[in-house]
T-cell receptor, first 108, second 114 residues
Framework: LAKTTQPISMDSYEGQEVNITCSHN???????ITWYQQFPSQGPRFIIQGYKTKVTNEVASLFIPADRKSSTLSLPRVSLSDTAVYYCLVGEVRKLIFGQGTELSVKP | ETGVTQTPRHLVMGMTNKKSLKCEQHLGHNAMYWYKQSAKKPLELMFVYSLEERVENNSVPSRFSPECPNSSHLFLHLHTLQPEDSALYLC?????????????FGSGTRLTVV
């Protein structure tokens, strides 16, 4: 299971674009990169998943460079409701293992 | 509502009590999971069930006993718990074990052991 490293916390203001980078230097060939979001006292929610290059959905974009040793979750124009913990997960195993995540705080 | 329902939402129990947490999903998923989340800590995987068979037991103490009677229901039976077992217990399901992009979590049961 590839180890991931993310910033513990980030601050932003409403309307800004937020980029959260995750390092995964020992990512394997078959590994996908998956991001989840968790609000306080709720279960995590799937945001986006990718393998290489760029993936975009209605919530976020995921940028993956050619070497795949890192990835960046991009949240366009954040609002107060985007305050949450964001988890980066890498691997192709039967169990979902969460790290510490990045605690994003959006201020008015 | 995510499609995974957990009851109760809150539970306070004494160390000598026996209680059960319930999880229900009607998403047609074949894998179900229990996670524990203590304050300011990452989620810890406890148990994994695939097609009603336990495929993972992550060194969880025997005072936690899971039960999966069918693919839609998952229980966590609790007995003689300790105060350090107080946490948010989350249930999740997925189409198959390891389907990372397709995990659906419930809202959790906030357990307090007194």
């Amino acid at each position: 299971l590839a180890k991931t490293t993310q910033p513990i916390s980030m601050d932003s203001y409403e309307g800004q674009e937020v980029n959260i980078t995750c390092s995964h230097n020992n990512i394997a060939t078959n590994d996908y990169i998956t991001w989840y979001q968790q609000f306080p006292s709720q279960g995590p929610r799937f945001i986006i998943q990718g393998y290489k290059t760029k993936v975009t959905n209605e919530v976020a974009s995921l940028f993956i460079p050619a070497d795949r040793k890192s990835s960046t979750l991009s949240l366009p124009r954040v609002s107060l409701s985007d305050t949450a913990v964001y988890y980066c997960l890498v691997g192709e195993v039967r169990k979902l293992i969460f790290g510490q995540g990045t605690e994003l705080s959006v201020k008015p | 509502e995510t499609g995974v329902t957990q009851t109760p939402r809150h539970l306070v129990m004494g160390m000598t009590n026996k209680k059960s947490l319930k999880c229900e999903q009607h998403l047609g998923h074949n894998a179900m999971y229990w996670y524990k989340q203590s304050a300011k800590k990452p989620l810890e995987l406890m148990f994994v069930y695939s097609l009603e068979e336990r495929v993972e037991n992550n060194s969880v103490p025997s005072r936690f006993s899971p039960e999966c009677p069918n693919s839609s229901h998952l229980f966590l039976h609790l007995h003689t718990l300790q105060p350090e077992d107080s946490a948010l217990y989350l249930c999740a399901s997925s189409q198959r074990a390891g389907d990372w992009g397709g995990y659906t979590f419930g809202s959790g049961t906030r357990l307090t052991v007194v």
